[in-house]
Each structure stands twice: as structure tokens, then as C-alpha cells.
């Protein structure tokens, strides 16, 4: 049996774990890590429900579909956003203090440069999708290309340092500020542009707060060529990889935008509701898992035990988490906003259950840019990327919402499990081991959640709605709690001790149990 070593770790106060713990107590620490995100993504989950409460008051559809094409033309610039530099920086977190300067004079430049590109397209891309509406959002959106390049930087060393818990409460003031403010400038009439203009006020925050947790920069170190081209080696596969993202996430807009122009406002309303906290939870993921696989990315059984284990704690924990977020949400959009938003039902649904496995692409994210397979990384999402495109011209061509939604999130469903096997491979775990990490919580979750909704259908046919909800969110926590103790009991076990390494008292020091990454 093997040994188990319990040593005490410092997380917070000014220490950098990164330099201070040993390797085989990193486990504890990602364990918190997957928390805090799992925290925020709750918080921003309910922070994001009760701004879009209010918006999809104050907004229309035009407003919507505005926006969802701003958006989406935005992203394709924003590949070139920081060149894939605060990656490296996290990667490479053990050389901050020779690399921040340099690395934030590099970054300024390719923002700047994203930023003039993105000016330049404004008035062309209104012309493609006649409007004029377009050119004030990208105009605000470019100017927060360059406000938020020195976060990157100061959040690069947070996240190096394994500061997870610091990281978390920075984002989760800049969701409050974000939605909040998005509200203000809704109610002051503005349309459209409340969307955009607290991304001016988000970027000040976070460079202020994380410069702030951060130390600011350590010296004035100057860029030199030689750095510099070792620097952008690296980071155009990143920015390739980051291009593929934008298109796999924004792209499906842009193809609405074009062929189906109608149904575009509420096919993005919709996909806001579904998936708008798992973009927190998907950067958050990623934050944890890549600074800590860095540190034992050369010791082989060890990076492919934490790759199994991160797929397998990230299934059981956000998997419930989707498929009840898909079965609840039709009779509480229909409460919340009075039959205005029942057409985007279908998409809400259908891009949650495609969540349940969207949700490990982050996992395999991490792990891919942690072993250093940058090239394989931006190959996996380029075959991302045109599968979503695909799936939105099909789904375009079929010519139903709820078509272009399935055909979307299939897609994405499917690369999901692609890319997680691919990441085992670099990461030497088996495909059988990675699918057995995936399947069983998977079916469970599925499984007590078509239970839920079936039974709440056949018992309360005419009950209220918000009755409905409650007695079908509630038959769906107890189905899974009782399966997961009678059929995943270690599973279980393994997700309430990650939510005991929070109790008051385990901040400073908490045991590490080396035995299991």
C-alpha cells in the first residue's frame, strides 16, 4: 500500500506555491482551485440569470442581434489579443520576474495592432450586415483591447503563484460590475451599447485589483529582438488556437447573421442563457489545471493520474449541473419574461445538454498547454471550428431553431470527447480509462434528469409553473445523490471533501494527500 505523505502548504498571504511546494502536493491544492471555479461559476450563473432578467425587459431582439454580430466579428480580431502571451507567462511562471516587462510591452503592441486592425473593419462589416449600429460597439470594444493588456499580465502571476482564490474573487467583482453596469446603461436608454461600454469599466477594475494582488511589475526590463522571437515562436500557435476558439464560440452568429438574420436575436438570447457561465467555468478550469500540471509535466504516471482524475471530478461535478439547468429552464423563461422569450426555449435546452460534455474541453485544454502541444492544440480546435460551421449551415439549411441548435451543439458535444481522448493520448492515459472517467457520471446525471422531468409531467401536469420547477429541481438532486452514493460512492466522497478544503480554518495550511493528484 502505498505511503501516504501529509505535509502543510501555504496558499495565500504573499507566498508563491509555485515555488514553494513540492510537486507531490499540488493535488490539494488544484483541489481548492476546482472549487473557487465551481464557486464562481454558480455565482456567475446567477449573477448572469438576473441580468438577463432585467435585460430582456429593457432590450429587443434587433438589440440582441445587434450585439451577437458585434460580438462574434469582434473575436476574430481579438486571435490576435495578447499573441497567446499570458499562456506562456502562466506556463513559464518560474521566469515572471525576468519575463513581465517584456511580455507586456509584446502584448501592447499585438493589442494595439488588434485594435487599428479592428477600426479599419468596423464600417466594412456594417456594409456586410447593413447597419450602422456596428461601428460604436467595435469602436468601444477595440478601445478595451489595449485598457486590458496589463491584467493579463498581473492575472498571469496570480494564477503562476496557484493564487486561485484571489484570482476568483477579482472575476467574480468584475461579473458584479459587468452586469451591473450593463443594467445602468440599459435603463439609461443606451441598446445595444449596454453591452459593451462595462468592458471599458472591467478592464480599469482588473488591472487595478490584480496589479494590486499582483505586485505590479517587478522591474522595467526592455524587449529585445531575441526574446521577443522566441516569445512569438510559441505564441502563434496560441493565437491560431485562440482564432479557432473565437470561430467555434462566435462563429454560428455570424452564419445566422447572414443566412437567417430573423431568428439570430433569439438564437443569441438563448445561447446567453445556456452557456454564458460556462465560458466562467471554461476559463476558470483552465486557470487551475494548467499551472498546476506545469509543475509535474516531465513525470509521466503522475501527469496522466492528475488528467484522469481532473476529467473524472469535472464530469460528476458539472455534469448534474447541466442537464438540471436544461430541464428547468423552459417553464422559468416562460415566468420570467411573460411568453416574450418562449421561442428560444428549444436553444436554451439544447445547448445546456450539450454542455454535459462541452464542459471537459477546458480539462483537455489545459492539459494539452501544459504538456507544451501547442500545434496539436490549435489542430484539434481548427477541426472544432469548421464542424460548428458546418453544424450552423446545415442547421440554417433544415431551417427550425431548434435545428441549428442541435446541429451546433452536436457538433461541439462531439469534439468535446474528441479532444478530452486526444489530451489523454499527449497526457499517456488510455482512451478506455479517459471514456470510463467521462461515461458513468454522464449517464447518471442524463438519467435521473429524464427521470425528473417525466415524473413532474405525469404527477403535476396543471401544477404552476414555479411549483413545476421546485418539485422537478428538487426529485432531480435526490435521484442523483441517492445514485451517486449507491452506484459512484467514491466519486461522492471526492467531491465533498473538495468542498470541506473551503471551511474556515484550512486557508493557511491544509493537509496534502499525495496519493491521488
Known sequence: METVDREPVELEHGLSPARSVPVRGYGRIAARGFVWVFLLG??????????????????????YAV??????????????????????????????????????????????????????????VGRVYGTTELLPLMLVMAVTFVLATPAMVFEAKLLADLRFGRTVRIQAGSILLNYTSMIVFALLGLGPMSFVLPTVLVAIYETIASGISAGFLPNRKRLTWGLARD?????????????????????????????????LGVYFFGCQMAIGFAAILGTGIRAVLMPTLSQFSDQV????????????????????????AA???????DLCWSGKWNEARPVVVIMTLGLVFRMLTPVALAALEARGAWSMRAG???IDACGTIAGAIIGC??????????????????????????????????????????????????GCGAIAWFATEALLPDANQWVSAAALGSLFAIL???GSRLMMPARLEDAVKLIATLRPGRKQSVAINTATP
Open 42 to 63: 454558480g455565482f456567475g450563473k446567477v449573477a448572469g440569470f438576473l441580468a438577463q432578467l432585467v435585460l430582456g425587459w429593457l432590450l429587443s431582439k434587433d438589440d
Open 67 to 124: 450585439y451577437a454580430i458585434a460580438i462574434a466579428a469582434t473575436s476574430v480580431f481579438a486571435a490576435v489579443r495578447d499573441a497567446g502571451l499570458s499562456r506562456i507567462l502562466i506556463q513559464r511562471g518560474k521566469e515572471y520576474n525576468a519575463l513581465a516587462s517584456p511580455v507586456l510591452q509584446l502584448a501592447l503592441i499585438f493589442n494595439l495592432a488588434g485594435a487599428a486592425m479592428l477600426v479599419a473593419a468596423a464600417p466594412l
Open 231 to 263: 516569445l512569438i515562436g510559441s505564441s502563434i500557435w496560441i493565437m491560431m488556437g485562440t482564432l479557432a476558439i473565437t470561430l467555434i464560440t462566435q462563429a454560428d452568429y455570424l452564419v445566422i447573421g447572414k443566412l437567417q438574420a430573423q431568428t
Open 301 to 324: 504516471e503522475r501527469f496522466s493520474s492528475a488528467y484522469v482524475h481532473s476529467v473524472r471530478t469535472s464530469t460528476f461535478l458539472f455534469m448534474p449541473f447541466c442537464v438540471l
Open 327 to 333: 430541464v428547468a429552464s423552459p417553464p422559468l423563461i
Open 380 to 382: 484539434l480546435l481548427w
Open 397 to 446: 439549411m433544415l431551417g427550425e431553431l431548434w435545428q441549428i441548435a442541435a446541429c451546433v451543439a452536436g457538433s461541439r458535444a462531439i469534439m468535446a470527447v474528441v479532444q478530452c481522448i486526444a489530451a489523454g493520448w499527449v497526457s499517456h492515459a488510455r482512451a478506455g480509462q479517459v471514456l470510463g472517467a467521462i461515461v458513468p457520471s454522464t449517464m447518471l446525471a442524463t
Open 480 to 482: 442523483f445523490a441517492a
